[in-house]
Every structure is written in C-alpha cells, then in structure tokens.
C-alpha cells in the first residue's frame, strides 16, 4: 500500500513568518512530486512540482526533495493570509498513474 | 495550460435518484481521467482510472456497479452515481494530465453532491 504521510496541522503562523510543510512517503520508485493548494470547498490547485534532489524556488515558494529520506517539503517565505489552505503532497510514479495524495496539511496564516 | 471543466458544479437529488457528472478536457486530449472522492476534512481519494474507449479501473472498495464510469472520447469522461444514498454526499472531482506531460494533474472544478 502506498501511504503519503503529512501532519494534518492546523499549522499557524504570523503573517510575514516561513511556513514550513513537510511530507513523506513509501514508494521509493517515485519519479517527482507535486504540492497541491486547496482552498476549502474548491480543487486543487498546482503550487511546485519537483524531480530532483535539492532545492527548486518559485517566487516565495521552496520545494525541497531528498529520495534518499523518501522526504519533501515546502517552505512558503513571507507567508500571508491569502496562503491559508491545506496543502496537499503527492508522488508521482509515471505514465498513465493517478496520484496519490496525502492528508494534507492545513496552513492557517494570521494578520 | 490545459483546462479541465466539470459540470454541474452541485447537485442535489433524492435517495435512490442516478446522477449523471461530467468532466471535458477543454484544449487537450486527454487519454486518461481520474476521479476523486473527498468527504468533508479528509483527503482526495482516489475512486478509479477512466480510460478512453476502455472499461476503468477501479480502487478497492469502490464499487463499480454504483459508479458508472464512462470515457467515450478522448475530451469527455463521465461519472454516474446510481441509485445515490445520502452517504454518497460527497464532493467529487475529476482530473487529467497531458498524455506526454510531466504528471501534474489538472483538476476540474468538483461536483458537489447532496443526496437528501
């Protein structure tokens, strides 16, 4: 069974303040990783997708993949309140696969 | 990027009515959809793989006769729950990705059902 493994949170933080979201999983035959937004009541939205090990920044947005650990994480920099919403993690394991999303995390960023 | 729409955005309808939701990649085709599941607080399950111009596959514990799934072409899949219950309440989305893509899902709007 293939298990995504996030802490569900509320995670709070100051507005201005890094959240920090975390995120691991089984399989180690996973090509990428996706974090997903969710606002409560809509879909999901694509916030960072990531392949390689390391580091990948977009905007104030920093994913972060170690295979070896079977880890990724996000980190949201000057985090606001419009960033308040459940963050959702999910590998990726090729051609023609669905995704398989964890729990999600729930961010909640206070003004 | 690709677009994905999805209609009706809610429904509501009476125990043991069918209700019939439709998911239309608008600027791609897409080979495969997938549909999702998710009860209020909890995480998008994944409820089967639809593949166009062939029966879907479905995850454990999801009952096959009571989710019709249908992919006719390759822009249009739809989801038929039949005979709802009020335990069938439920916000459901569709989702595709490009057959040469990188996996990113792209998500229709949802469905949200609510069966009295």
């Known amino acids: 069974q293939k298990e995504v493994e996030q802490n569900s949170g509320p995670l709070s933080v100051p507005e201005g303040a890094i959240a920090s979201l975390n995120c691991t999983y089984s399989d180690r035959g996973s090509q990428s990783f996706f974090w997903y937004r969710q606002y409560s009541g809509k879909s999901p939205e694509l916030i960072m997708s990531i392949y390689s090990n390391g580091d990948k920044e977009d905007g104030r947005f920093t994913a972060q993949l170690n295979k070896a650990s079977q880890y990724v994480s996000l980190l949201i920099r000057d985090s606001q309140p419009s960033d308040s919403a459940t963050y959702l993690c999910?590998?990726?394991?090729?051609?023609?696969?669905?995704?398989?999303f964890g729990k999600g995390t729930t961010l909640s960023v206070s003004s | 990027g690709a677009v994905v729409s999805q209609h009706p955005s809610r429904v509501i309808c009476k125990s043991g009515t069918s209700v019939k939701i439709e998911c239309r990649s608008l600027d791609f085709q897409a080979t495969t959809m997938f549909w999702y599941r998710q009860f209020p607080k909890q995480s998008l399950m994944l409820m089967a793989t639809?593949?166009?111009?062939?029966?879907?596959?479905?995850e454990q514990g999801v009952e096959k006769d009571k989710f019709l799934i249908n992919h006719a072409s390759l822009t249009l899949s739809t989801l038929t729950v039949t005979s709802a219950h009020p335990e069938d309440s439920s916000f459901y989305i569709c989702?595709?990705?490009?057959?040469?893509?990188?996996?990113?899902?792209?998500f229709g709007e949802g469905s949200r059902l609510t069966v009295l």
């Open positions: 999910a590998p990726y394991e090729g051609a023609g696969t669905a995704l398989i």
């Open positions: 989702s595709a990705n490009l057959d040469r893509g990188t996996g990113e899902l792209f």
């Open positions: 639809s593949n166009e111009g062939s029966k879907a596959t479905y």
